[in-house]
């Protein structure tokens, strides 16, 4: 049971977002980054001086991006936490659409670090064996 929290580290992973090509498919998490323009433009729909938007892709088309949004970045770096409101974003609002990769050698050094620290912590005896010492019983005498 001990290594439950260790595995499920390992499995989250490190992501970076990347700037995509086409539009994603539909269920895709994205992270689109808006225009000045449409930072003004939808400032009565997303709050004042947003800079870019998360969420889930709902659909796509020439015109209109529909996300189930799950967080709102202003240009300060506040974050506002939603809970999956549909906006409907103007293609001419959207500077670039960025989608999660992973990246496997931050995932891999982070994992690393993980079990190297375990390795040592295990190894010193702060945790396993006792403190690494090990008791012997006492002589018997015949």
Same mark, same amino acid.
């Given at each position: ?51 870019? *938007?998360? #969420? &889930?892709? =709902?659909?796509?088309?020439? +015109?209109? @991006?529909?996300? $189930? ?27 670039? *659409?960025? #989608? &999660?990769? =992973?990246?496997?050698?931050? +995932?891999? @050094?982070?994992? $690393? ?30």
């Amino acid at each position: 049971m001990r290594l439950v929290p260790l595995v499920a580290i390992l499995l989250c992973g490190c992501y970076v977002n990347v700037p995509l090509s086409t539009t994603p498919d539909p269920g895709s998490r994205v992270h689109v980054l808006l225009t000045d323009q449409g930072s003004v433009d939808l400032a009565q729909y997303l709050g004042r001086n947003i800079g870019s *938007v998360d #969420g &889930r892709l =709902l659909s796509g088309s020439d +015109s209109t @991006l529909t996300l $189930s949004v799950a967080q709102v970045t202003s240009r300060s770096g506040d974050e506002n936490y939603w809970k999956g409101e549909t906006v409907n974003l103007p293609r001419h609002s959207v500077a670039t *659409v960025q #989608g &999660r990769k =992973l990246t496997f050698w931050r +995932s891999g @050094l982070v994992g $690393s670090a993980l079990v190297g620290g375990l390795a040592i912590i295990v190894g010193s005896g702060i945790i396993g064996n006792s403190g690494g010492r090990t008791t012997t019983p006492p002589p018997t005498t015949k």
